[in-house]
């Protein structure tokens, strides 16, 4: 039985958007990492990052997965360096339907261009070097999700509609 699913993917990759329209289908809760950590922490990633640095970041990113792990019905929007701590994705894989929302570098960098760049690990160096390394390196965690998506050929309502038919499908299973 399916009743959560978590989207993983790279920066830009359309998680949020996806996994609101998805959580709207399927009559669920939607859960956006980022949003809720600068929430709870009252203060943007960019600006945790730059005050407290990335190892505090991944530890909210922790602490806020433990804590949400018990919740049910909903779909989650990690933001897309959740997947280099692994064990993570493993806690909350049972009844999970995990999917990896595929996206290539040059569609990062327009749509990074785009949202006006205030992505914290995109801000150093050319981009058009750390981007294809940064998915490269990342690419071995998305890869443990059940199913992969390629969101460049299509809209997000679409691959919100199927997803929503696999999650359909895996709960007659
Ligand atoms: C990060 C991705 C961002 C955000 C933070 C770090 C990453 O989320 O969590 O800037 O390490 O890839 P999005 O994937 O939602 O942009």
Redo the contacts with the bound molecule.
């Keep these: 039985m399916i009743d959560r699913v978590i989207l993983i993917?790279?920066?830009?990759?359309g998680?949020?958007t996806v996994g609101r329209l998805l959580a709207e289908r399927l009559g669920w809760d939607f859960l956006d990492?980022?949003a809720t950590i600068e929430m709870e922490q009252g203060m943007d990633?960019?600006e945790i990052?730059a005050r407290r640095g990335e190892a505090v970041?991944r530890a909210l990113e922790r602490d806020l997965t433990e804590r949400i792990a018990p919740q049910r019905r909903v779909v989650l929007?990690p933001?897309?360096?959740?997947v280099?701590q692994p064990e993570l994705l493993e806690e909350l894989r049972p009844g999970s339907l995990t999917a990896w929302l595929k996206v290539g570098p040059r569609t990062v960098l327009e749509r990074h261009r785009r949202q006006g760049g205030v992505?914290?690990?995109l801000r150093v160096g050319p981009l058009e070097e750390q981007v294809p390394a940064?998915i490269t390196a990342?690419e071995p965690f998305y890869c443990r999700a059940d199913y992969a998506l390629d969101t460049e050929s299509r809209q997000p309502a679409e691959l919100a509609a199927e997803l929503a038919d696999w999650v359909a499908r895996e709960g007659d299973s």
């Design positions: 993917g790279f920066m830009c990759s998680k949020s990492f980022d990633v960019h990052f970041f929007a933001g897309g360096g959740w280099t992505r914290p690990l940064l990342r």
